[in-house]
């Protein structure tokens, strides 16, 4: 394979990379502190999408309002599904990985119905290629890059630096134990669960002008499942690696094998590391909590 | 014969207790049904039944050690191609064909145990879902299990053969072979789980879901209880799915999806997770009948389900079987069993219960 | 007198916080040995460690000689080291027969296949154990609440019902994490009495507790550890009259 074709693939596996990223940070957030198995996690992903296409396709409203828009939709009803549902059944493991199953159904059908079963496209806001060297790169997917990265710089000053960034990592530590330092255990879930669907429907939005948007989209938690589990649980770090390299490696299989095989082998891959890595690359091993 | 009575214990059976004399008569009713049921197209609903109450043990059984487990349908359908190719490549009989996929079955889910079950909670959960949606891929993109459009042709059971009557056919038609096929299949494996759960075994996994780290400190080994827990579920999987393959006739990688797997959930969750026999047949019974009787829209499914599992999660958390109990006690269907056992051994001619004593 | 238990160097570090700190700890056989200490100072932590909960981050665990660091929970207890826990942790829905049953788990011989088979040599076994879980009831005074739901106990009793499963795993090393916490003076006689015999059958016991009063009553020895570290050992009235120890505690006397 010539270099051109091999920095294409690469560029293309880390834009798509950066929204696993972006998946994965929001997914391990709402495993972390609220600890819940958000299985429908990948519907808010679509919903943004599915949101921003709306407005600024069909509506064609400026393409920052309509991005602002799409996630605060997503982060409302994250919080609206949290005041509902989870915060009811908080503690009661199987019930929220039902509950979010069944959302995960109603969502994803609802949307069908709503939108129909095709997909959609739009057209490039960023048409235009740069050119290093005899390189071709697309702008859009470097936008997109850029974006993904400085929104992940932002998740990072939000979980170090601020006072809720804080009490989240706190609750995900022990929850009994940040409440004694007097931080709201149930308003830091909700707000855990408004930032993650944020993060979640914000990268549904900035992926539609580069890829397509289709009601399937929800399948996309496959993926972040790989992710989280080869990033390791409830890790930051992990989750950011563990995304690129699963972006880049399907960008590859994709190529070379198709899709459904580099699932596969991925998958395979994964189960093996798992063999020897119980908790994931970099994640801890959750269970490992003093009696 | 007096001796052989003693030494196995078999006295302590109790020939007149009303618990006997009630699962009789259930048992009766159950082998009457073919002669009640008429329509072929219940019959097929019964014995999807069946299957789904299997697979939805399997998932309480898990469960109760501690394994949250999305990869049911995964297994099912690792028993249901294993059987199918048996006999189209192999040239094997069903009834060689049945085992060997229970036990291919439990032999991969020990290779794949053996990696998941180590794992801690959330992870086992993640990569069993991992399978559960890898597995319809597998299926579909390798030839030799027929791609995506599957495997067609699968052949019936062999007819068995007993001496003084006429041959046991296994027809589609007339699904009353099937049928008692199924119940066998099912009563098969109930027994099983009942008698590991009986013996020390049942003891350990008991402890591991009560407190599994009270459970470690009296040395019991979490990850081998688990283990085997996980493969016997996977193995009882692959045996419905075995049967499911020769029932169909034809497989698809589609009929394994995930859904499912989360479809035994439901109907584990309807009946009431403290109920790991009865739970999962009343309701996988309520889900597939009721619908039924009902003619609700097939197309608006999935919502409904979903919303479905929302509502009963919030509401029903005990399950059907779950809310009988608070209201009456704590009765339980093997009470209620009991009870109406009880009532007919002492309202009925005394030489019936005589007749079941002269056993 | 022999050392049965040595712990040399140990640290434990939970991120950055040490809970544990090069601590070196000795245990003689049929001992009765006190850890105390000001809350944190990681006596919890180091039971989970010799306990085999978690492993630690350096140092090593010897048991009669043979080397147990980083052991797994249920080899340790194969090994002979039993332990309570802090809170009550019992199997809560089962009768209390039933919770100590479980703790013969690892005295049951009889292979899988003869007990599913129903056959004799299983059943006689079963009913050994039974009695033998009858006999620790009866020792510890639980016997008439057999068939009581661990979850239905008083207090004070589900704490002995802890101790009952660990002695029925047949010990040579008992760990008992804060045994007469929450408990009235009746009962913490009770429990006093109760471990004394238990020593008398030759168990070797560390006992963590507060009640100072049981500490200084009950264990021949007295280790203090105080943020992690040891900071005094000795005999009951040595440690009583050491400034470190009542500094440690800041003037708590620790008696509930």
Redesign the interface.
């Known amino acids: 394979m010539d270099l051109p074709l091999v920095v294409q693939l690469v560029v293309n596996g880390l834009s798509m990379g950066m929204i696993y990223v972006l998946l994965a940070s929001g997914f391990n957030l709402i495993l972390s502190t609220p600890k819940i198995l958000f299985i429908a996690y990948g519907e808010f992903y679509m919903l943004g999408a599915f949101i921003f296409y709306g407005l600024a396709h069909e509506l064609e409203l400026p393409l920052v309002v309509a991005l602002c828009l799409a996630t605060l939709a997503t982060a409302i009803l994250g919080g609206v599904v949290y005041k509902l549902i989870f915060q009811r059944i908080k503690g009661h493991f199987l019930a929220m990985i039902v509950a979010a199953i069944g959302l995960m159904m109603l969502m994803a059908q609802g949307t069908m119905l709503v939108f129909g079963t095709h997909a959609r496209g739009m057209p490039s806001i960023f048409t235009g290629m740069i050119i290093v060297g005899g390189i071709r790169i697309p702008v859009e997917r470097a936008v997109l890059i850029i974006i993904a990265l400085a929104v992940l710089v932002g998740l990072h000053l939000l979980l170090q630096r601020t006072n809720i960034g804080r009490a989240m990592r706190a609750v995900s530590f022990n929850a009994d134990v940040a409440a004694l330092q007097g931080v709201n255990s149930n308003r830091t879930c909700l707000l855990t669960m408004v930032v993650g669907c944020a993060l979640a429907g914000f990268a549904g939005a900035i992926m539609t002008p580069v890829f397509a948007v289709s009601p399937g989209m929800g399948a996309i938690t496959f993926l972040v499942l790989m992710v989280v589990m080869l990033g390791g649980i409830g890790s930051m770090v992990g989750a950011i690696v563990a995304g690129l390299v699963l972006g880049v490696t399907l960008s590859f299989g994709q190529y070379s094998v198709g899709g459904g095989v580099a699932q596969i082998i991925f998958f395979a891959v994964i189960a093996i590391l798992i063999f020897f890595r119980p908790g994931g690359l970099l994640g801890q091993a959750m269970e490992e909590v003093p009696p | 014969m007096d001796k052989l009575w003693k030494k196995y214990r078999l006295n302590r059976i109790n020939i007149r207790s009303g618990k006997l004399i009630g699962l009789v008569v259930l048992g009766v009713i159950l082998v009457l049904v073919p002669w009640l049921v008429h329509s072929p197209y219940y019959m097929h609903l019964l014995i999807m039944v069946g299957i789904y109450a299997v697979l939805a043990m399997t998932f309480i059984f898990l469960l109760r050690t501690g394994l949250i487990t999305l990869a049911i349908a995964a297994f099912w359908g690792i028993g249901a191609y294993s059987s199918a190719l048996l006999t189209m490549r192999l040239d094997l009989s069903f009834w060689l064909a049945l085992p060997l996929s229970a036990i291919i079955t439990g032999i991969i889910g020990f290779c794949i145990g053996y990696i998941f079950v180590r794992s801690p909670g959330f992870a086992f959960i993640i990569l069993t879902a991992s399978l559960g949606m890898a597995i319809v891929h597998v299926f579909g993109t390798f030839d030799v299990f027929g791609g995506y459009l599957g495997i067609t042709g699968i052949p019936a059971p062999d007819p068995i053969l007993l001496p003084f009557l006429a041959p046991i056919k296994f027809s589609r038609v007339d699904k009353t072979a099937y049928y008692y096929l199924m119940l066998f299949l099912v009563l098969l494996v109930v027994l099983a789980l009942r008698a590991f759960y009986s013996a020390w075994t049942g003891r350990a996994w008991r402890a591991i879901g009560l407190s599994p780290r009270l459970a470690e400190s009296l040395g019991v080994n979490l990850f081998r209880y688990r283990l085997l827990a996980f493969v016997i579920a996977s193995a009882a999987a692959g045996l419905m799915g075995s049967f499911y393959a020769h029932y169909m006739q034809s497989l698809v990688p589609g009929a394994f999806v995930v859904i499912k797997t989360i479809y035994a959930h439901i109907y584990a969750i309807l009946g009431g997770i403290g109920f790991a026999i009865s739970g999962p047949v009343i309701g996988a019974f309520i889900m597939t009948i009721v619908p039924e009787l009902l003619r609700v829209v097939r197309e608006f499914e999935p919502i409904f389900t979903g919303l479905f599992l929302i509502l009963l999660v919030l509401f029903l958390p005990n399950g059907l079987l779950g809310l009988l109990s608070l209201r009456q006690r704590v009765e339980r269907p093997s009470e209620s069993i009991a009870r109406v056992g009880r009532w007919i051994r002492d309202y009925l001619p005394t030489s019936r219960s005589e007749h079941e004593n002269r056993k | 007198m022999s050392t049965i238990l040595e712990v040399r160097q140990l640290s434990k570090y939970?991120g950055g916080l040490a809970a544990v700190s090069k601590l070196d700890l000795s245990v003689v056989d049929s001992e009765i040995l006190g850890l105390i200490g000001p809350n944190g100072a990681g006596k919890?932590?180091l039971f989970?460690v010799i306990?085999g909960?978690?492993p630690p981050t350096s140092g090593r665990v010897t048991l009669d000689s043979r080397d147990i660091t980083g052991l797994?929970?249920?080899q340790i207890?194969?090994l002979g080291i039993?332990?309570t826990?802090q809170a009550s942790?019992?199997?809560?829905?089962?009768s209390v027969l039933?919770n100590v049953?479980?703790?013969y788990?690892?005295s049951?011989k009889?292979s899988?296949w003869k007990?599913?088979l129903?056959m004799?040599s299983?059943?006689n076994e079963e009913e050994m154990l039974r009695q033998r879980a009858m006999e620790i009831l009866g020792f510890m005074g639980l016997e008439s609440l057999k068939d009581e739901l661990a979850a239905n106990l008083p207090h004070g009793h589900q704490r002995i019902l802890g101790v009952c499963?660990?002695l029925?795993?047949n010990p040579k090393l008992l760990l008992l994490d804060e045994p007469v916490t929450g408990m009235n003076p009746e009962e913490t006689q009770t429990m006093i009495d109760l471990i004394r015999q238990i020593r008398d059958r030759g168990v070797t016991i560390v006992v963590v507790e507060h009640n100072m009063r049981v500490v200084m009553n009950l264990c021949d020895r007295i280790v203090v550890l105080s943020y992690g570290q040891k900071i005094a050992e000795g005999l009951p009235e040595e440690i009583r009259d050491n400034k470190e120890v009542v500094e440690a505690y800041l003037g708590k006397e620790g008696a509930r």
């Open positions: 939970f919890t932590t989970n306990g909960f978690f797994k929970a249920h207890a194969h039993s332990r826990f942790t019992l199997f809560m829905k089962i039933d049953l479980t703790g788990h690892m049951y009889t899988i007990r599913l129903r004799p299983a059943l499963m660990a029925a795993t």
